[in-house]
């Protein structure tokens, strides 16, 4: 085996993960479908269909891991799962980019010509009289009431310093795993995860806080679904980073990964910098500017 | 049905034969950018043509020309700097020439300054909605009754025989000829679209938005539209038809309009 | 050749020896990028032909005035889902489906570089399109606001709604899995001796199209999230009472929709590429001026989504900017076609069913590019958006584009897949009763759009009838054309043994692995046969 695990590109003989996984899908999206629909049974369908999923996630991965730590996969492998992981996180930044776009054709275009900007005389003349643009804004039409945006200074700049200083503990981590220091990787690999979880408590607590005090909802017309739409992505792409990091580090503590040989620890290294970056894009335009 | 079919699609191919007034092309229409329109469109279709000639003529040529059956040896090249620069710069010079022009109807197209009438069009789900500005007048327009009765599928009316079939509405749009008219655009529900080809304008009537457009057309006559944005089950049942008329038979539609009509039309619905 | 093929097989090691594993495991499971293949192109028969059905039902529809079968409701749902079906369903996965089968085999490698992912892409379809197709039995019927979903008609969809929203979501992530495997395939497969430039085109056209879709299925995924939320969770992107603009899911929709349209363009491109140099026996003209054709004509797809949005009520500069930039595409399109012109420019031209559905493709999609120009022109688009001459600009690209360029893809390889010539008789007859039909179908649609039919309409005024009528019968004839290749495909099997090489002119690594193609080719990289396959 091992003398050929260099020449040969490994290809994997049949998985049924896939499939797994399609079947979960199915589950999930007709369960969810249904449930949007008002259709209660949905619910507990759409649970069935994510337990599935998760369950192919963890025997694929089960997989994946057992097949690199038994070294059939060569260095042309890793690169293709590197730029892999290169393009889907690529694919998640234009995902995002839509909802950036809303929110800057919201506030440049939209909200401006509601009140009667460029070609838009007669909108506000003869629709919504009376409406200045401003931003923040629920629209001309005041959606759910009066509200107050949520201002930049306080949780949402320890927010921005608690994913700073994670995304610099991580490469900490990732230089002490090339270096071979374990017990520096695990402790900063540690509180880069903890970190991140901080972060997410304090979201929620940010959450509850716009609902019950600021009345600041998803209804709040075009400022409250930019604001719960754009953080609430990134919130469940920083759950998700989390998690990843966390099993990473129980990957660690079980000895797993060398100087030469850890993608995954850099797929989600690079992972937890993409959060990061989104997020100063939001704190910049939607807490701040 | 395929019966009757046939038979009325025969007897419409003899009767087009025979008087040929197939619409093959865009109308030239009633006012200056319409005629614009059509030059520019005209114009464009012309260079296409001319480009297709060449591109055409070349490739059938070589497909006679150059095939294996007549023994030809294949030639070796693979590259000409100079071709490849060639076909890419006069391209962009007949881009160029059709740019200028088009560019300029767009900015006049664009210009709904010193109007002399303004009318409201609001879009519902499926009628039209007209509100003159300056006139004590407002109406609805919907499908004429003839079109209404024939449309359904079992109304056993042969669709030949209704006059303006889908393209007649019970209150038309009345406007004087030679008056710069501007129409402001708004929907009610979902997204419309208001076109009259003479006219050369489509404009959407989006919710929440006023859009606007202008005409100012120079013959008397009667122009039938449609709207042209899906929106829903009757999209295909909501025409648009303007009557232009002399300045003196518009104040006299106007004066009709403002005692009671007005009420009349607008408690239809 | 045959001496440097067998060494693929010698030097494989004992589990890579045995073959493909029996029953439905073999496919259900599959990681082999030759089944998976074969499963895409399949999938996407059986959706060109649902979707054609589709197309029948509006065709009949429209035959003659008057409303001939169901609610007008009804007839949105069918041109709704014919166009999803077609562009989602057909289209692409075509295309992938040929990528999946021709890219290793083209580049040296020994499958996909990431197999059990390729696997996911494909068998995510099935679920994606079960889901779309099951809409036609709900309360409220199939999804009817069009194809482009705007809203807030998109908002009354019945119960349909969701599964529409989470279907197209479905869509999106196989075709993002499928791009990424593409990409990766491609930058890090390649054969040792295979540089960027040595590249076939259609890996070429592939990887840019790869790159097009990994950037824009995410966004259209962002817009029908907002449909849903819009709809579910009471925000405002698309209501202006809120501050947003129902046009803003326009800008969104094009922003993916126009590079979608390249997507479905640039493949065919390459395949094309691949087959005209073959039958003239001579090499592709200019095949780096092509590349870079390609890479402008990508990135210009990013900045002319508003040219479908000329009568939203943009500002006038929006307008101009659109209209200039939409122009320009005109020039990288052209070098391919005079490119591909002067490819068989004192060739030594041959005219097999490939070749002849390649220059039926050059001829009419140029037609096609011709009226994309003309509704270019901003000032002129107003009287042609939303017309018949929207729909015949479209599927002269799609159909006598796209879908040809499929065509002769399958023809072209389908003796390397199965071992054997399939019958060269019906070939062309499938050829050139596709040919009358489309254009039959389509080019009458031209004059009904100048002449004023609006697209998207159940009945007519009677003034449009004659070439309505004219259109319906040849998409009939197109129709039924369509089973001639699907008696092509049955009796693949039955014909003369191909070699190799299979056609005299061919050149490339496909060629020189046997025919058909073992379940197994490229395991050792091929270290020198790329310079023996260089032209000269
Ligand atoms: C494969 C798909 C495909 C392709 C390749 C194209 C190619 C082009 N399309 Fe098309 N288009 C669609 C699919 C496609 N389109 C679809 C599906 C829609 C409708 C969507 C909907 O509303 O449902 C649409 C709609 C559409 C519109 C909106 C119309 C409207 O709704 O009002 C416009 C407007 O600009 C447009 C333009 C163009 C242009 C300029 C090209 C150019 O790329 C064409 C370039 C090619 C040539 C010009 C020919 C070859 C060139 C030469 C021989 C060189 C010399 C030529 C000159 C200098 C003229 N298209
Ligand atoms: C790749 C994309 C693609 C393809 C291949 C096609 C293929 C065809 N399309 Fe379509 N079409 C679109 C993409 C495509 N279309 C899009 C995007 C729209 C816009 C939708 C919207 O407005 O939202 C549209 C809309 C559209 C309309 C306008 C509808 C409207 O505005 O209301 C029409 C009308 O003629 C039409 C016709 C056809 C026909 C006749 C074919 C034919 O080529 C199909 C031929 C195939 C078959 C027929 C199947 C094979 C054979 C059989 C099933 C055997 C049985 C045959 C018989 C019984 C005869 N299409
Ligand atoms: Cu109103 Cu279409
Ligand atoms: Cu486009």
Redesign the interface.
């Known amino acids: 085996m091992a003398t050929h695990t260099d020449e040969h590109y490994y290809v994997p003989h049949g998985s049924h993960w896939p499939a797994v996984g399609s079947l979960g899908l199915l589950f999930m999206m007709v369960g969810v479908s249904a449930w949007l629909n008002g259709a209660e049974p949905g619910f507990y369908i759409m649970l069935a269909g994510m337990a599935v999923i998760v369950f192919m996630i963890t025997g694929w991965f089960r997989e994946v891991i057992i097949e690199s730590q038994s070294g059939i996969y060569n260095e042309q492998v890793d690169r293709s799962f590197r730029q892999g992981m290169f393009w889907f996180i690529f694919s998640e930044v234009m995902f995002f980019a839509a909802f950036f776009g809303a929110l800057f054709y919201a506030r440049n275009m939209s909200i401006p010509?509601?009140g009667g900007d460029s070609?838009?005389f007669?909108?506000n003349?003869?629709?919504w009289q009376g409406y200045e643009s401003t931003w923040p804004s629920n629209g001309p039409a005041n959606m759910g009431g009066d509200y107050d945006a949520m201002p930049p200074m306080g949780l949402p700049l320890i927010n921005t310093a608690l994913l700073l200083t994670s995304s610099i503990t991580v490469t900490i981590a990732h230089h002490a795993l090339i270096a071979g220091k374990r017990a520096q990787l695990a402790v900063f690999l540690a509180a880069t995860f903890i970190l991140g979880f901080i972060f997410i408590g304090l979201q929620a607590y940010e959450y509850v806080h716009a609902y019950q005090d600021l009345n600041l909802k998803l209804t709040s017309g075009i400022y409250g679904s930019t604001f719960f739409m754009l953080t609430g992505f990134h919130g469940l792409h920083v759950t998700i980073g989390a998690i990843m990091l966390t099993i990473i580090f129980l990957r660690v503590l079980k000895g797993h990964f060398t100087a030469e040989n850890h993608f995954a620890f850099e797929a989600v290294a690079w992972y937890w910098h993409f959060v990061d970056v989104v997020w100063i894009g939001l704190y910049v335009f939607v807490y701040w500017l | 049905?395929i019966r009757?079919?046939f038979l009325?699609?025969l007897g419409?191919?003899a009767a087009?034969a025979a008087n040929a007034d197939?619409?093959?092309?865009?109308?030239k229409g009633v006012t200056e950018?319409s005629k614009?329109?059509y030059d520019?469109?005209m114009m464009?279709?012309w260079w296409?043509v001319a480009?297709?000639i060449v591109?055409?003529g070349?490739?059938i040529y070589?497909?006679f020309a150059?095939?294996?059956?007549k023994g030809?040896?294949?030639?070796?090249?693979?590259?000409?700097t100079f071709?490849?620069v060639t076909?890419?710069a006069i391209?962009?010079v007949i881009?160029l020439i059709?740019?200028v022009p088009?560019?300029e109807?767009?900015?006049k197209?664009?210009d709904s300054r010193n109007s002399d009438i303004s009318i409201?069009i609001t879009g519902y789900q499926w009628k039209w909605h007209y509100r003159y500005q300056d006139e004590d007048i407002a109406f609805y327009s919907t499908l004429a009754r003839p079109s209404l009765e024939?449309?359904?599928?079992d109304s056993g009316v042969d669709?030949?025989s209704?006059e303006?079939?889908?393209?007649e509405v019970d209150n038309p749009v009345v406007v004087p000829k030679g008056a710069k008219v501007r129409l402001?655009l708004?929907s009610n529900?979902?997204?419309h679209?208001w076109?009259v080809?003479e006219l050369?304008?489509?404009?959407?009537a989006?919710?929440?938005?006023?859009?606007?457009t202008w005409f100012q057309a120079e013959e008397v006559g009667t122009y039938r539209?449609?709207?042209?944005?899906?929106?829903?089950?009757?999209?295909?049942?909501m025409p648009v038809v303007v009557e232009v008329v002399e300045p003196d038979a518009y104040q006299a539609w106007v004066d009709t309009r403002q005692d009671g009509d007005t009420k009349f039309a607008s408690a239809q619905q | 050749m045959t001496t440097t093929t067998v060494d693929s097989h010698t030097a494989d090691d004992a589990h890579e020896d045995h073959g493909p594993p029996k029953g439905i495991r073999r496919w259900l499971f599959s990681t082999n990028h030759k089944d998976i293949g074969t499963m895409y192109l399949i999938f996407s028969l059986t959706m060109f032909f649902i979707g054609g059905a589709m197309a029948m039902y509006i065709r009949a529809e429209l035959?003659?005035?008057?409303?001939?079968?169901?609610?007008?409701?009804f007839f949105?749902s069918m041109t709704t889902m014919h166009a999803l079906i077609m562009v989602f369903g057909a289209v692409m996965p075509a295309f992938v489906g040929l990528a999946n089968w021709m890219i290793p085999l083209q580049i040296g490698a020994p499958d996909m570089a990431l197999p059990r992912m390729n696997n996911w892409s494909f068998w995510i379809l099935p679920v994606a399109f079960g889901i779309l197709l099951s809409t036609l039995f709900m309360p409220g019927g199939a999804p009817?606001?069009?194809w482009t979903m705007?809203p807030?008609?998109i908002l009354?969809t019945g119960d349909a709604f969701p599964f529409l929203i989470f279907a197209v979501h479905l869509m999106g992530l196989s075709s993002i899995m499928g791009a990424i495997n593409v990409v990766v395939t491609i930058i890090n497969m390649r054969a040792p001796d295979m540089t960027l430039l040595k590249m076939p085109m259609f890996t070429w056209t592939w990887l840019i199209t790869a790159y097009l879709l990994i950037a824009v299925m995410p966004v259209l995924a962002g817009a029908v999230t907002m449909l849903l939320t819009d709809q579910f969770f009471g925000t405002s992107f698309f209501?202006?009472?809120g501050g947003g603009?129902?046009?803003m899911f326009q800008h969104i929709f094009w922003f993916f929709g126009h590079p979608e349209v390249y997507i479905m363009i640039l493949p065919a491109f390459g395949v094309v590429s691949e087959i005209i140099p073959t039958f003239?026996?001579?090499?592709?003209?200019?095949?780096d001026?092509m590349v870079y054709a390609a890479s402008s004509i990508a990135f210009l797809s990013f900045i002319v989504w508003a040219h479908h949005m000329f009568?939203?009520?943009m500002p006038?500069t929006g307008?101009?900017f659109f209209?200039?930039a939409t122009?320009?595409i005109?020039?990288p399109t052209?070098?391919k076609?005079?490119?591909w012109?002067?490819?068989?420019?004192?060739?030594?031209?041959?005219?097999e069913t490939p070749m002849l559905f390649s220059?039926a493709f050059?001829?009419l999609f140029?037609?096609g590019g011709?009226s994309g120009?003309?509704l270019a022109?901003?000032?002129?688009d107003?009287?042609y958006?939303?017309?018949y001459f929207v729909v015949a600009h479209f599927h002269y690209v799609l159909v006598p584009g796209s879908v040809f360029a499929i065509m002769a893809g399958a023809y072209y390889w389908l003796p390397k897949w199965t071992g054997y010539y399939y019958n060269e008789t019906l070939g062309k007859i499938h050829f050139w009763m596709s040919t009358i039909f489309v254009n039959v179908t389509f080019f009458p649609q031209h004059?009904l759009g100048?002449?004023?039919m609006?697209?998207?309409?159940?009945?007519?005024?009677?003034?449009f009838?004659?070439?309505n009528?004219i259109s319906s019968i040849g998409a009939f004839g197109f129709g039924l054309s369509q089973l001639i290749f699907v008696l092509v495909l049955l009796t693949a099997k039955k014909g003369v043994e191909a070699d190799d090489r299979v056609w005299e002119g061919a050149h490339g690594l496909e060629w020189t692995v046997p025919s058909p193609a073992p379940w197994h080719t490229f395991t050792t990289p091929p270290k020198n046969r790329i310079a023996a396959e260089a032209?000269?």
């Not at chain 2, 050369?200 to 959407?204: F, T, V």
């Not at chain 2, 539209?225 to 049942?237: N, R, S, V």
């Open positions: 010509w509601l070609n838009n007669f909108t003349l003869i629709l | 049905m009757k079919a009325s699609v419409l191919l087009g197939w619409a093959l092309n865009m109308p950018l614009e329109t520019l469109h464009v279709f296409c480009i297709g591109v055409f070349v490739m070589s497909l150059h095939r294996k059956s030809v040896e294949p030639a070796k090249f693979s590259h000409s071709a490849e076909w890419t391209p962009c881009l059709m740019a088009a560019a109807t767009m900015i197209a664009e409201v024939a449309r359904l599928p669709v030949f209704v303006n079939y889908l393209l402001l708004t529900d979902v997204i679209s076109w080809p050369a304008i489509k404009k959407d989006v919710p929440g938005i006023v859009n606007e539209g449609q709207c042209t944005e899906l929106c829903g089950k009757d999209h295909g049942y | 035959a003659i005035p008057g409303l001939q079968f169901r609610h007008p409701e949105n009817a606001g069009g705007y807030p008609l009354q209501l202006a009472a603009d129902p046009v003239s026996r001579k090499k592709l003209f200019g095949h001026s009568t939203v009520g006038l307008q101009l209209m200039f122009m320009l005109a020039v052209g070098v076609v005079f490119n012109v002067a490819t068989m420019w004192r060739g030594a031209m041959t005219f220059l050059v001829f140029t037609i011709f120009l003309m022109i901003a000032p002129a107003v009287q958006h939303d017309t004059f100048l002449a004023g609006p697209r998207r309409i159940p009945d007519y005024s009677v003034q009838a004659d070439f009528f032209f000269e």
